[in-house]
Each structure stands twice: as C-alpha cells, then as structure tokens.
C-alpha cells in the first residue's frame, strides 16, 4: 500500500504511539471479521449467510490493509502481526472477546462495534496522517453497508420472542462495549499530533449520544459507564480458542504461504 | 481542450482497456475506473490502482495481470502497480460505456451518489436506498433482497416485473 508520502521518519516515541493507534483498529477489525466467519455455513438463513461471509471478508480486508500500514510503519511483515502473536498480544476491545453466541448475541455485538466503528472511522477520516486518513475514508464507504445491515436487524429482533434474548445480548455486552474507546497509551500524543483528531472520550461521548435513543427504548436504561483502562489487554477462553482457528494454518508451517 | 496524450501513455491505456475485470469479466479495468493515473517515470512505468473494495480479492490479480501485460508492451524497464485509496475509487468513476456493458450482463449499473460530502447512511436514510433498474426488462419495479451478494461489490435484487432475480454493482 502506499505510504504517506513526504512524511519524514518518526522518531520512537512518536512511531510507538501511531502503531499503538493503528494496531488497535486493526485487531478489531481482524477479531470481529473471524467471529463473523463463524457464521458461514451456519447462519439462520441463506441471505445472512452470505451476508455475514461478506461482511467477514470486508472486515479482515480493512484488517490487512491496516495491518499493511502497521507494518510499514515499524518494518515488520503483515502477516506476522496478523497470525503470529500470542494470545495476550491482541489489542482488540473487551467487546470483542465473546464468542458468537446465538444469532441475537451476534445482532447486538455487531451493532454496538458497527455504531461504535463509524464513529471512530468518521473521525479518523479527518486524521494528520494521510495514509490512514484516506484508509479510513474508504472504509466508511463500505461500513455504510454494514451498518445498514445492523440497523435492519435491530429493529427485526426489537419485536416478539427474539426480543428476550436480544435484551440479554445487549445488557451483557454494553459494559465491555464501552472499551472500543479505552484509553490509549499515547493518547495524548496521538490527539497532539492530530493522528487521532479527537480523544478517545470525546468519541465514547458522541457514541453513546448516537447508541442510546436507539437502544433504550427496547431495554431500558442503560448504564452511564466508562471505558475501562485495561478494555484492549483483557482477554478470554474464547478469544483464545478464536486465536487457535485463526492460527492453525499459519501455525502448521513456518512460513507456509496460503 | 485536453491535450493529447503522448503517443507512449495512449499505447498502456489501450493495452489497460483490453484487461477485463476478474470478477467481472464483461468490463474492462479501465471501465470500471479502477485506473487511477499513468506515468512514465525514468524507466519505470507506474500505474496507480484504486480498489473497488479494500479487501477486493481481484486486487492481486489486478497487479499481476496489469504488470505482466504492460510489462509486455516492452515502453520501460519495470512496471509498478501503485495501490491506493486516494483519491478513493467511486461507484461514480464507472464509465457509460462500463454500464452498458455492465447492463448487458445483466448487472444493474450503481445508481449515482449523492452530491455532497458522502458520511454514513443514518437509519431515517435506509428507505430512500435507491431501487435499482432491472437490467432484463428495464423496470424500476424491483426490491433489494440483499446488500451482499456473491462478492463485495455486489448487491441482489428482484424484480416483479420479470420475476428475475438480477444483481446491482454496489453504489459506494
């Protein structure tokens, strides 16, 4: 991909806190595109198992690209960022951890990360770094379609027998939810810089502005909750199994290519 | 008045309008507007590539192909493919010509974008997602059955008229 042109060489500090930045982006995208894979194959319906296949395929899409400028960024190979870490490595959002659970729980983890994307997305479409920028612009265009999807499932699963577990879905994910936004090491420097153009509070803010007249009147009121300081380093038995399905291929030989 | 181009630059576009897209192989890459520019650079030949979707699968084969063919035309010692996302390719950048031939498959051409800054599409905006025209019948009668089809730039309708299910290159 191609780089920011005319911009000079960071210093240390300043690369360690854009790949802090680009790295959490791109593990979110990475882990929500597998778990949507999960579904293929298995959906409830034919529509949304090509639907959920295709959305996987945008998501790991957006993830090399990112990890592609990662890599760039710090001279590493994408692919080993991507497939070869450790477990506690990851720096996606607590929100990201579950499993897929049944079709409601998936509803609710993919609305709450897809209003929570497009709030980030929109912001660091304006960012200082233009290869990212202009990633991000791009990205937004597609996510509309996602979002789309999201809404449309939203407002089926608010009704009738779905509705029970739909409300459950939403009240057992909202507290992990709020870590899409859990504060970075550099923040403060990325805001600086302008790479990230607002801080990571401002964006929560504007999320649960856009979240909550959605949501509440089908669960009722939701919990005023912070973004926890540990929200991208915690993780679980299920992500840990994810990381087992999504290495086994790269794992089975070194440098194998696929 | 545009100048004309210069007599090396006009041999690579003709080459490009001959590579067919690889998912769609009724419409060229020039067509489908995914050539962002051409330039001779010292004795390199760059050529700038802007992917339809990020993670468009075709886009490796898109390199491969325009590096081996062009590298052919023997015009410089090396053929570089540039991938980027700016400017951002468009649904808008399809040419006339890339939607007769897209409406001749039977693909739906993207309805234009909106004018104005595109942001996401809010939830009150879903209803006035436009309905595409059937490329069998041409009737406007037709509903979205799903925004994802078989690749990530294709959307499924059907129509009512002709009770033929078709698909619709995405607007994005």
Known sequence: ??????????????????????????????????????????????????????????????????????????????????????????????????????????????????????????????????????????????????????????????????????????????????????????????????????????LHAAWVARVRPILEPIVGDLAALDPSPDGRRRRTDDFAWLHGEFTRVSGSEEGALW | MIAARPEREERVWAELAQIPDPEIPAISVVDLGVIGGVAFEDDRLHVTLLPTFVGCPAIDVMRHEITERLGALDLAGSVVVDVTFDPPWTSDRISQHGRERLRRSGFAPPAPMPSGPVGLIGIDDLVTMPDAVCPYCGSRDTTLENPFGPTLCRAIYHCAACRQPFEQFKRV
């Open chain 1, 1 to 202: 991909m191609t780089a920011s042109p005319g911009l000079a060489p960071l210093e240390p500090a300043a690369r360690d806190a854009l790949a802090e930045l680009l790295l959490s982006v791109a593990d979110d995208e990475f882990v929500i595109g597998f778990w949507d894979s999960e579904w293929t194959g298995i959906a409830p319906m034919l529509e949304e198992d090509v639907a959920t296949s295709s959305i996987a395929q945008d998501e790991i899409g957006h993830a090399k690209a990112l990890y592609e400028l990662l890599a760039e960024l710090t001279d590493d190979d994408p692919d080993r960022i991507a497939f070869g870490r450790e477990v506690a490595d990851y720096r996606h959002a607590a929100l990201l951890n579950h499993a897929r659970g049944d079709w409601a729980f998936s509803v609710a983890r993919r609305y709450l990360y897809e209003t929570a994307d497009a709030v980030r997305l929109t912001a660091l479409a304006s960012s200082a770094h233009s290869g990212l920028a202009a990633l991000a612009g791009k990205m937004r265009r597609e996510e509309t379609y996602h979002m789309l999807h999201a809404d449309a499932w939203v407002r089926r699963l608010a009704d009738g027998e779905a509705r029970d577990r739909f409300v459950a879905a939403l009240l057992a994910l909202w507290a992990d939810a709020q870590d899409v936004f859990a504060p970075l090491e550099a923040g403060d420097r990325l805001v600086g810089e302008g790479w990230l153009p607002q801080p990571m509070s401002e």
